[in-house]
């Protein structure tokens, strides 16, 4: 199934734009005209669509960039006109990167283009899905409000990421502390203390003969392990560029017990979060899930957004795709399935959104709060087994002489 961004006229001649999937343009067309939309452009989603500048931008806005350009579109556009909110953000920043790309994208809404349509010359800045949204806000009149919201969401999506990278600092710097104490034990100074046993021609206990064959295999083979370990990694990074083996690898992750839930929740919570907003900005949930499900980086959660927008497509709602799925937490699915009961199907998934937020941070808090002591705990057992290898032919040989 290939993506197609459109620009179509609806039975009242107003233009309609957004993402479509479908095998090929011509079936894309067939679907438009079924929802009585007259295509007057139909271009694959990565394209920038004719018309408009290629993509000249190899670098990209990064998620902290485009969340504030957001939040300052969405405060300037609702007291002054657009070509000015977009010339004012790009001369306030202090990076010629954003200033490049704005300045694009400004230069095309001078030419007369959309904001949306104008985005596609930094296509790789500013999603499909976050054009999309854009080009609804642009429809329905309510541009500030839906760059509002957009800018909720990527803040949102901000502060989840720089929690876990703030909380993980620490453990990662704990953890690779503890591999270079053991290794620099193991290399330098299980050897020499060996040398001083060799000269005695006592038989040393079998804690201590395993210690040193274990630095006699650093000591001879390390580099030889190094290189294995550097091979293996960039092997399997090869290898997840093939969609079988990733696929396999993205199930083994689910599988994992605290992996696997964690990995589901953040899903689960950013898909809620995202629909949430979609509807609230007018979008339909199949074009909510056709485009969230490109940004969802586990191959099996998004092999199973792309079945559920199929599902939806085919008539079906988004609790019983949900169900059918049979991947996200089900409280995901008691909420949608209330949502659409009682018509409040925004107000249900942003609730769902929330509480899935809440799990994942309390969640991961738990676990990383726990992650510390037991680093400590591993380090502190394997520098003893190392010491006490060390003191146990110490205390034979003062037994012996005492004897």
Partial sequence: MAAFEYLALDPKGA???????APDETTARQLLERRRLAPVRLTPANDTGPGLMPNLFKDRLKGKDLSLVTRQLSTLVSVT?????????????????VRAILGEVHAGVREGYRLSEAMGRAATSFPPLYRAMVAAGEASGSLPAILERLADLLEQEQA???????????????????????????????????????SMGQTLPLLTRIIIGISHVLGTYGWILATLLVIGALAFAQGLRSPGFRLAVDGGLLRLPVIGRLLREANAARLARTLSTMLASGLPVLEGLTLTARTVENRVLRRATEEMAISIREGGGLSAALRKAAVFPPVLLYMAASGESSGRLEMMLSKAADYLEREFNTFTSAALSL???????????VVATIVLSILLPILQINTLAIG
């Fill in 15 to 21: 233009p309609r734009n957004g993402v479509i999937t």
């Fill in 81 to 97: 006109p657009l070509e000015e909110a977009l010339r004012a953000i790009a001369q306030n920043s202090d990076q010629p990167k």
């Fill in 160 to 198: 989840v990421k720089a929690k876990l990278a703030t909380a993980l600092v620490y453990p990662i710097a704990l953890a690779i502390t503890a591999i270079l104490v053991v290794i620099a034990l193991l290399t330098f100074v299980v050897p020499k203390v060996v040398d001083q046993f060799d």
């Fill in 371 to 381: 992650l510390e002591p037991a680093i400590i705990i591993v380090m502190g057992a």
